[in-house]
Nanobody
Framework: VQLVESGGGLVQPGGSLRLSCACS????????MSWYRQAPGKERELVAR????????NYAESVKGRFIISRDNAKNTVFLQMNSLKPEDTAVYYC??????????????WGQGTQVTVSS
């Protein structure tokens, strides 16, 4: 199983970035996909989630109206478009895939993370 994030970097306040997470080794279309982030000294927090078929999304209050999560099940990839970035968005961003097995146990897969720094 692999989840490989890309697209992070340094951006000025007000700028945009698009994160990608390319997935392999599991049935991507069966998994809800999420982006989490963790800033230094803080707990990891959910940023955005999209259901397996892509029909439903939800966002942290702090990013609503600025970030958009999407997925391409044909390419096994999930995206996070981040607009109007703020210094407080600075964090390591992680891709997560979640599903339940036949016994309703939660299966979680994680990427290695990509650094996003918002600074002038």
């Amino acid at each position: 199983v692999q989840l490989v994030e890309s697209g992070g970097g340094l951006v000025q306040p007000g700028g945009s970035l698009r994160l990608s997470c390319a997935c392999s080794g599991f049935t991507f279309s069966h998994y809800d996909m999420s982006w989490y982030r963790q800033a230094p000294g803080k707990e990891r927090e959910l940023v955005a989630r999209i259901t397996a078929a892509g029909g439903s999304t939800n966002y942290a209050e702090s990013v609503k109206g600025r970030f958009i999560i999407s997925r391409d099940n044909a390419k096994n990839t999930v995206f996070l478009q981040m607009n109007s970035l703020k210094p407080e968005d600075t964090a390591v961003y992680y891709c997560n895939g979640r599903a339940r097995d036949a016994y309703f146990r939660t299966i979680d897969y994680w990427g290695q993370g990509t650094q996003v720094t918002v600074s002038s």
